[in-house]
């Protein structure tokens, strides 16, 4: 990644696409840079995607445009942890993402529903502190999913 310098030079980020894990209160310090981390890790892990998902769940609860698709809070925190996980980048061991995203197809989740979602995502990510820059990359992967879920 090159930034501008003062007077138009550029420089370039030695560090390319490492993470200083030392900012990032789920890695230790130990571990310095991470090369290449995925979005999952650079957000901290499980931990802070079940936080997220909890912190989630609690949003759309009370979103009248939405919560019809969140009734089941037992069964489906865990499949929305894994869901999450492996679209921030977590390997995909249990091929749960499709299963997930079919399943919300199926039932009729429209463009102005994903919306309402994302906006949910949007403030827990506030809440939580995330870096602008992450933010935007969490968004964006979310975003992504949005033509397997819609109808």
Known sequence: MAQERRGG????????????????????????????????????????VSAAVKLFNEKVAND??????????????????EFISVLLGKANTKKIEMRITSKLADLGVTHAHFDAMLESVQSVLKAQNITSDLAVEVTQMIEGARRNVTK
């Open 64 to 81: 009248a445009r939405i919560k019809q698709f969140f009734t089941n809070k037992v069964t489906q925190f865990d499949q929305e942890v």
């Open 9 to 48: 030079a550029k420089k370039h980020n030695v560090y390319g696409g490492m993470t200083n894990a030392t900012k990032q209160r789920h890695v230790k310090a130990a571990d310095g840079f991470v090369p290449n981390a995925s979005l999952f890790s650079r957000l901290g892990g499980e931990a802070a």
